[in-house]
């Protein structure tokens, strides 16, 4: 037999149970918005161009954007919308960019864990040092919001072989770092189960422009044409979730911006018809589903 992880076994789509989401809907929808920060000269990071001899100032400027303006064009947009979010928190931001977390708090977004900085990977530390991480990272976010988060997505979405452990250990119900499935499912532990949430890997700014150079209106078609069939295929009975990854230094550019508001606003105007929450909300109508609903 091949190596497995033991988090969940298999299961085929055909045999899931058809429940729905709240007011009879079938598809749930949210929004991930990654707000990071980013070393200077040294770590990791995505690049708009290759990148030369650190300090590498082209990629960093341009990731720093993100925080300075294109967050804040963003939170104009979901507010233009009247879409909730799901900020996916570096902890370093509360001391870089504070009113970028602000105008998210004031809108009532809900804040998960997304590590300290996106300049590191957790997947390359000993336990105890992951540990740590995931406990300073909570610890800021208690400090600053007043209350534990739910959700963590790994910076750079790396795992250890005991991440999963050490969440639980923490306080968390659930994770947005494996792309599976298209329904929530429940991972085993060391200290109980965890929601694994889907979380997309294409319909995702930064695997579509940032590495396929997918441009601005191929990556709102990817948003739009993933929506429209997702309600199609829910014809089957069978709920579905549809995440949408942000990061602010990507889709924030103005040109980006203009296409961007053009596909969320079409899931906007078919709020009747889906579920526009967050991740904490999925999780928790996962839990009044019957025992064996979720795989």
Not at 121 to 128: I, K, V
Not at 260 to 287: M, P, Q
Request: charged share 20%; hydrophobic share 40%.
């Amino acid at each position: 037999m091949l190596p497995h992880h033991g988090r969940f076994p298999y299961s085929p789509w055909t045999a899931r149970a058809r429940e729905s989401w709240p007011f009879g809907r079938k598809l749930a929808v949210y929004l991930g918005v990654n707000l990071e920060h980013f070393a200077f000269g040294e770590g990791l990071g995505a690049e708009l161009a290759p990148g030369g001899p650190q300090p590498d100032v082209l990629n960093y400027a341009w990731r720093e954007y993100g925080n300075r303006v294109g967050g804040f064009r963003l939170v104009q947009l979901l507010d233009e919308l009247n879409l909730p979010a799901t900020v996916l928190l570096n902890s370093a931001m509360y001391h870089h960019a504070p009113e970028l977390v602000a105008a998210h708090r004031a809108r009532g977004d809900e804040m998960a864990g997304h590590g300290r900085t996106n300049s590191e990977r957790q997947s390359t530390l000993p336990e105890a040092e992951e540990a740590r991480l995931i406990a300073e990272s909570t610890a800021e976010i208690v400090q600053h919001e007043g209350k534990a988060p739910r959700g963590w997505l790994s910076p750079w979405i790396a795992e250890s072989r005991v991440t999963p452990d050490l969440l639980v250990e923490a306080g968390y119900t659930y994770s947005l770092n494996w792309c599976m499935d298209d329904q929530p499912v429940w991972k085993t532990t060391r200290a109980g189960r965890l929601l694994s949430i889907p979380y997309p890997q294409e319909a995702n700014d930064i695997p579509a422009i940032a590495a396929r150079k997918d441009g601005a209106k191929q990556f709102a078609d990817i948003i739009v044409d993933d929506f429209h069939e997702r309600l199609r295929q829910t014809q089957d009975g069978v709920p579905q979730v549809m995440g949408i990854a942000l990061h602010p230094y990507i889709v924030g550019q103005p040109y980006r911006m203009r296409a961007l508001r053009e596909a969320l606003a079409v899931i906007a105007a078919r709020r009747d018809e889906v579920w526009i929450t967050t991740a904490g909300g999925i999780y928790d109508h996962c839990l009044t589903w019957p025992e064996g609903s979720i795989v």
